[in-house]
Each structure stands twice: as structure tokens, then as C-alpha cells.
């Protein structure tokens, strides 16, 4: 990390090692169609989906603190788990595989998806292209669960002579994966300057809190207080809530600062969550094919769909704020996951 960072009410940022996957930052893009379309706003999307690492994502920006992290330990395999179709893990493994290291993949029975699609296209063909080592846990809402079943692989391969590094899942452990968006929220307020732009509101998907909470606790950090939204994708609004509290505690330990985030700082809205994490409503299917026909945005009923539906729904509202921002998270791999549902949507 570049010391310019220090400085800035964020304490030890420049202490914790990154692998460096890109340095440049993703465009903010005006979209014009769906801000005639809202007839309120003026629309604009961030585009985290074309970093440039195996389809991109938000989980990239994560991956470089953990690796980082791996390295610096002399790790020789990384360990993940999350649900079938999970970008996490996708993005994961094409570290890893970039970086010479192996890679053993855990996935969750989370959502009650029999389709073949679901078990074998998407994200789970690029794991296994990318060379990683799967494994499979039958429960799908236990993550402590889970991170203790890879503890078990790991004191295995520990015994053949590897060095695993696991990237948790619960709550409980260094937040560093948060870093990535504590540096994206530095690079926002950049772009900004240099456009002479401000949003009103930020809208986000939430789901393991750290691409919300680090966005939230870096903008307040370094003195940037619009709105930040968290659209619930894996769990009910209090939750929620509740989840990005502790996880902005967790970042101001880590970093070891005053907490910046006030608790009315955190908004989170679960109006699209149901009927569940991995399952879409028919808003979320509308604001998929609205964004793609109007924008040619490519999005994920699990991730990016959900938090598109409650960024457009705002924009046409009776209140809606003059600007405002939509964070594309990515997920594109995860619609082949779904082709079955996509064909029937398109048949219709």
C-alpha cells in the first residue's frame, strides 16, 4: 500500500501486505438510459465487475489482503468455503492459480437448487478449470460450521506437507478482505474531485459485510458522509444491521482507530432479499433484464440483481435524491448457474 494512503484517520492501513492484482481504478460510468427511464435521477454505476481477474468482482479487491496475508505466512494453499455458486470462491481459486498456490475449495448446501446448471456451469466450472480441489459441506446456514470442517481439511493436508492459509467465513476474525474496500472508498473520493461530482446515495449488496462495511468505514474516515445503502442478500435486515456494526468495530481494531461509523451511519434494506439468499423475486428479475436491455449490465439474481432492484426502485421514487451511485459487484459467471431460470424468464 502506498504511504500516500497514511494519514487519513486510517491508522496502520499501510501495514497489512497486498498482493496487487490491478491498480488502476474501475470506471464510473453515467448511465443514461436509466436515468431517462427514472425521469428523477441521474444514474451511475461503478464498475468493480471489470477489475481484471477471471470475470472481475468485489471480491477481488478482498482477495489481495488475504493473499497478501498468505504470502507473508509462507503459505502454500489457500482454503475457502462458501455456497455452490459463490464468486468468493471463484475468485480464489484464480489467485491462486496465478500465484503458483494450490487452492481447496469447500461448497455449502445453501440454496435448494437441484438444477444441473447450478451444480456444474458458472462459477463451479471455473473452479475446477482454474485447477482447485472441491470439497462439499451438506449444511448451507452454519458458518461456523463450515470454517471448522476446512480446519479439519486443513490439519490433513498440514500432514502431507502443505501450508494452508484459510480465508474464514464467520464473524470472529480479521476483517482484511474489508481493506479492499476501505482502499476503494480512497479511490472513489479521488474520482469524484477530479469530476467535480457528488452522489446522495450509495447503493451496495451485503452480504458477508465486508464490501459494505469497509466502503462505509473508509468514506467516514476520511471525511465523505454520503449515504452508504446495504441491500441484504444473505440475511433479514437486523441481522444485517447488526452484522455491519461489529464488522465496522472489527475494521477500527484492526487498524487500530476510533471507530468513524456512527450506528445511523448503516442502512440496510432486506425488501429484496426474499425468498432468500440464492432465490430472486420478480423486482429483482425485472431490474436484471431492465439493466441489460437499457445498459447492457450483465447481473446476478443472487448479488448484483438484488441490489440493482433496490437502487432502480429508489430512483423512481417520489423522494429520489438528485445522484445516485449503484457498486457493481460483479457475479457474472453465477447467471450460467441459472440458465434454467433465465430461459424461462425469456420464454415468457
Same mark, same amino acid.
Given at each position: 500500500?502506498?504511504?500516500?494512503?497514511?494519514?487519513?484517520?486510517?491508522?496502520?492501513?499501510?501495514?497489512?501486505?497486498?498482493?496487487?492484482?490491478?491498480?488502476?481504478?474501475?470506471?464510473?460510468?453515467?448511465?443514461?438510459?436509466?436515468?431517462?427511464?427514472?425521469?428523477?435521477?441521474?444514474?451511475?454505476?461503478?464498475?468493480?465487475?471489470?477489475?481484471?481477474?477471471?470475470?472481475?468482482?468485489?471480491?477481488?479487491?478482498?482477495?489481495?489482503?488475504?493473499?497478501?496475508?498468505?504470502?507473508?505466512?509462507?503459505?502454500?494453499?489457500?482454503?475457502?468455503?462458501?455456497?455452490?455458486?459463490?464468486?468468493?470462491?471463484?475468485?480464489?481459486?484464480?489467485?491462486?492459480?496465478?500465484?503458483?498456490?494450490?487452492?481447496?475449495?469447500?461448497?455449502?448446501?445453501?440454496?435448494?437448487?437441484?438444477?444441473?446448471?447450478?451444480?456444474?456451469?458458472?462459477?463451479?466450472?471455473?473452479?475446477?478449470?482454474?485447477?482447485?480441489?472441491?470439497?462439499?459441506?451438506?449444511?448451507?446456514?452454519?458458518?461456523?460450521?463450515?470454517?471448522?470442517?476446512?480446519?479439519?481439511?486443513?490439519?490433513?493436508?498440514?500432514?502431507?506437507?502443505?501450508?494452508?492459509?484459510?480465508?474464514?467465513?464467520?464473524?470472529?476474525?480479521?476483517?482484511?478482505?474489508?481493506?479492499?474496500?476501505?482502499?476503494?472508498?480512497?479511490?472513489?473520493?479521488?474520482?469524484?474531485?477530479?469530476?467535480?461530482? +457528488?452522489?446522495?446515495? !450509495?447503493?451496495?449488496?451485503?452480504? /458477508? &459485510?465486508?464490501?459494505? $462495511?469497509?466502503? *462505509?468505514?473508509?468514506? @467516514?474516515?476520511?471525511?465523505?458522509?454520503?449515504?452508504?445503502?446495504?441491500?441484504?442478500?444473505?440475511?433479514?435486515?437486523?441481522?444485517?444491521?447488526?452484522?455491519?456494526?461489529?464488522?465496522?468495530?472489527?475494521?477500527?481494531?484492526?487498524?487500530?482507530?476510533?471507530?468513524?461509523?456512527?450506528?445511523?451511519?448503516?442502512?440496510?434494506?432486506?425488501?429484496?432479499?426474499?425468498?432468500?439468499?440464492?432465490?430472486?423475486?420478480?423486482?429483482?428479475?425485472?431490474?436484471?433484464?431492465?439493466?441489460?436491455? +437499457?445498459?447492457?449490465? !450483465?447481473?446476478?439474481?443472487?448479488? /448484483? &440483481?438484488?441490489?440493482? $432492484?433496490?437502487? *432502480?426502485?429508489?430512483? @423512481?421514487?417520489?423522494?429520489?435524491?438528485?445522484?445516485?451511485?449503484?457498486?457493481?459487484?460483479?457475479?457474472?459467471?453465477?447467471?450460467?448457474?441459472?440458465?434454467?431460470?433465465?430461459?424461462?424468464?425469456?420464454?415468457?
Amino acid at each position: 500500500m502506498n504511504q500516500e494512503f497514511d494519514g487519513q484517520g486510517l491508522g496502520l492501513f499501510s501495514k497489512y501486505p497486498r498482493v496487487s492484482v490491478f491498480d488502476h481504478p474501475t470506471q464510473i460510468e453515467y448511465m443514461k438510459n436509466l436515468s431517462e427511464w427514472s425521469g428523477n435521477s441521474q444514474l451511475y454505476v461503478k464498475r468493480d465487475d471489470c477489475n481484471n481477474l477471471a470475470f472481475g468482482g468485489n471480491k477481488v479487491r478482498q482477495v489481495e489482503y488475504y493473499f497478501g496475508d498468505a504470502k507473508a505466512q509462507g503459505a502454500n494453499t489457500v482454503m475457502i468455503t462458501g455456497a455452490v455458486q459463490s464468486n468468493f470462491v471463484r475468485i480464489t481459486a484464480a489467485l491462486a492459480a496465478k500465484l503458483g498456490m494450490k487452492c481447496h475449495i469447500q461448497l455449502e448446501s445453501r440454496v435448494a437448487n437441484n438444477s444441473s446448471h447450478y451444480h456444474s456451469s458458472g462459477n463451479v466450472l471455473l473452479d475446477r478449470l482454474f485447477g482447485a480441489q472441491l470439497h462439499y459441506y451438506d449444511e448451507g446456514e452454519d458458518e461456523f460450521g463450515a470454517d471448522a470442517r476446512l480446519r479439519e481439511i486443513a490439519e490433513d493436508l498440514k500432514v502431507s506437507g502443505l501450508k494452508p492459509y484459510i480465508i474464514p467465513l464467520a464473524p470472529g476474525h480479521k476483517p482484511l478482505g474489508a481493506l479492499g474496500y476501505v482502499r476503494a472508498a480512497i479511490e472513489l473520493k479521488e474520482q469524484l474531485s477530479q469530476r467535480n461530482l +457528488e452522489f446522495d446515495e !450509495i447503493y451496495v449488496a451485503s452480504g /458477508s &459485510g465486508n464490501t459494505h $462495511a469497509g466502503l *462505509l468505514f473508509g468514506l @467516514r474516515a476520511i471525511g465523505v458522509p454520503v449515504k452508504v445503502v446495504g441491500v441484504c442478500v444473505r440475511r433479514e435486515r437486523d441481522l444485517q444491521w447488526e452484522r455491519i456494526r461489529v464488522r465496522c468495530h472489527e475494521i477500527a481494531s484492526l487498524l487500530q482507530v476510533k471507530p468513524s461509523v456512527e450506528d445511523d451511519d448503516i442502512v440496510v434494506s432486506d425488501e429484496q432479499y426474499f425468498p432468500g439468499y440464492g432465490e430472486a423475486n420478480s423486482e429483482v428479475w425485472d431490474g436484471i433484464f431492465l439493466a441489460a436491455r +437499457e445498459e447492457a449490465l !450483465i447481473l446476478d439474481p443472487t448479488y /448484483s &440483481g438484488k441490489s440493482m $432492484a433496490a437502487f *432502480l426502485k429508489r430512483a @423512481r421514487s417520489e423522494d429520489s435524491p438528485r445522484n445516485l451511485l449503484f457498486i457493481h459487484t460483479g457475479g457474472t459467471p453465477g447467471i450460467y448457474g441459472y440458465q434454467d431460470q433465465f430461459e424461462r424468464k425469456l420464454s415468457a
